[in-house]
């Protein structure tokens, strides 16, 4: 959520950076509902004023043995002005808080310009892509071929959008998980979370998840929200809380099942595990000082591509332009990962700056040292990475002409010494 005194101070700057992303200018309407706000919290404040005024009035006459019975009246008059102002005052509030909900984030000013993907920008390259000497497979043949990916019978089960690994694929599933998280906690100090995987609608506000993209996401009948990714319970652990400065930054990470409804999605990636309702994604959160944020966001980025390259996957960091970002991103880059059964490169991680956008939907700040005030934190969040389509790479990347699949280096230790899926190299 944006803050209401930058709005009035810049209200160019909101619609400047709402253009940029190829939405309406709202600050006119947002100021509006501001100024009938603050003119009847002026307005009650006035008469309560007023009524400590009259009551030395009343003082005064009652004193003297006058008739203080035109100054009650007046006094009760006022109160019940006074009362409706407040009412007034906190439905117009209401209402601002509705209209600030959805706004996104504006753009940092070193993101590009464009309405799409195709104003992206190609920051690095890493990694070469692997040469065949055979047509390379896409990972549904390669999965289907050796048996253990069954999307026939998880649509059985389930419906469209599901996949059922078994035997080796559901293994290699697991190692992929436990190898990024213990990249992640040994190396580079992020703390290890078990977070709960269905959360309360305050909960998916503060991360900005509702009540834009309600759509997106699947909801119980007790009216808890399935997480789309550990972003939103990680983010949340700092929520209504204020943080030592010293303590900052917090770092986080968990591997969680997430849950989304694909709802914007239709026609896209229907094939193979590309784009499902349920899959495993490793998280990183951080919850850092205003001044580390940028810095924290070149760093979360390099530790994801850090999963990328000991895996030994060709991929490239992509810099997405200003109407390509999530709604709470003021910066992202995305990870594109090679994938050689679809000749084309793919998202396989997106690592976002937010500034304080979340932090002031959740109430979470820190109490700088020596100071007395607090002020709001920086969150970031990235994929480190999503397993599912880490897999589909490994899949894709890793396959012989025979149909077997090698296991990279870095995942041997966790397959049982394992060389191949399907047989010896």
């Not at 619609?15 to 940029?20: H, I, K, M, Q, S």
């Not at 409706?84 to 590009?112: G, H, Q, T």
């Not at 996401?217 to 990714?229: A, D, E, H, M, N």
Request: charged share 25%; net charge neutral.
């Amino acid at each position: 959520m944006l803050d209401l005194r930058w709005i009035r101070e810049q209200p160019d700057a909101l619609d400047r950076g709402l253009a940029r992303r190829g939405m309406a200018p709202q600050a006119d309407a947002i100021l509006a509902l501001d100024r009938e706000w603050r003119a009847a919290q002026t307005r009650a404040e006035q008469l309560q004023a007023e009524r400590n005024r009259i009551a030395k009035e009343i003082g005064a006459a009652k004193a003297k043995g006058g008739d203080a019975g035109p100054l009650l009246a007046r006094v009760a008059a006022s109160k019940d002005e006074e009362a409706r102002l407040e009412a007034e005052a906190a439905r117009l509030r209401e209402a601002i808080d509705a209209a600030l909900a959805p706004v996104p984030n504006p753009p940092a000013d070193d993101v590009p310009d464009g309405a799409d993907e195709t104003a992206n920008v190609v920051v690095r390259e890493h990694g070469a892509k692997p040469g065949f000497d055979f047509p390379p497979r896409d990972h549904v043949a390669i999965g289907e071929g050796l048996g253990m990916m069954d999307f026939a019978r998880a649509g059985k089960l389930s419906g469209t959008r599901f996949v059922v690994l078994s035997r080796d694929l559901a293994r290699l599933e697991r190692a992929l998980a436990q190898f990024m998280l213990d990249l992640h906690t040994r190396e580079f100090g992020y703390t290890e979370v078990s977070p709960p995987l269905l959360v309360r609608d305050e909960t998916a506000f503060g991360t900005g998840q509702l009540p834009k993209f309600a759509a997106d996401l699947f909801q119980t009948k007790g009216g808890l929200w399935l997480i789309p990714t550990a972003e939103v319970p990680l983010t949340n652990l700092v929520a209504d809380a204020i943080v030592e400065e010293e303590a900052l930054p917090l770092r986080f990470t968990a591997a969680t099942p997430c849950f989304r409804s694909e709802a914007g999605a239709a026609g896209k990636d229907t094939r193979g595990m590309i784009r499902q309702h349920q899959f495993i994604k490793v998280e990183l959160v951080s919850i850092v000082h205003p001044d580390q944020a940028a810095a924290e966001h070149e760093r979360m980025t390099r530790c994801a591509e850090t999963v990328l390259q000991r895996l030994g996957l060709a991929y490239r960091v992509v810099l997405l332009c200003a109407g390509d970002m999530g709604a709470s991103a003021r910066k992202t880059f995305d990870l594109e990962v090679w994938l050689p059964g679809q000749n084309a490169y793919r998202e396989i991680s997106s690592c976002s700056e937010c500034g304080d956008y979340q932090a002031r939907r959740m109430k979470a700040r820190f109490r700088p040292k020596g100071e007395k005030g607090a002020r709001l934190v920086n969150t970031l969040n990235g994929s480190g990475l999503a397993v599912g389509r880490t897999l589909v790479a490994v899949l894709e990347n890793y396959q012989r002409a025979d149909g077997r699949v090698a296991v990279p280096a870095a995942l041997r230790p966790y397959m049982g010494g394992m060389e191949a899926i399907g047989g010896d190299v």
